[in-house]
């Protein structure tokens, strides 16, 4: 049997990144577990990255529940 996970996750796009003064860009994304800052030139990848962090996270949570995460 197999068994499939579903989660429901913010969908970031190129439009969620910032742009930086000096060049570049920067998406900003809250995720379950905290919030990560991601630069770079490419607004497609850094929605990509974003996307697999909170799906990783995600996965994590389910697998590993948060109250076993935290140390004695």
């Keep these: ?3 499939v996970l579903s ?3 913010h969908h ?3 439009a969620d990144c910032q742009p930086i003064p000096d060049g570049g860009w920067i998406l900003v994304a809250d995720i379950p577990g905290g ?5 770079g030139n490419n607004r497609a990848r850094l929605a990509e990255m974003a996307n697999e962090l909170a799906e990783a996270r995600c996965i994590a ?3 590993i529940p948060e109250e076993s995460q935290q140390p004695n």
Excluded at 35 to 39: K, P, Q, R, Y
């Design 1 to 3: 049997m197999s068994h």
């Design 12 to 14: 970031f796009t190129e």
């Design 61 to 63: 949570r389910t697998i």
């Design 7 to 9: 989660v429901s996750l």
């Design 35 to 39: 919030t990560v800052e991601i630069s």
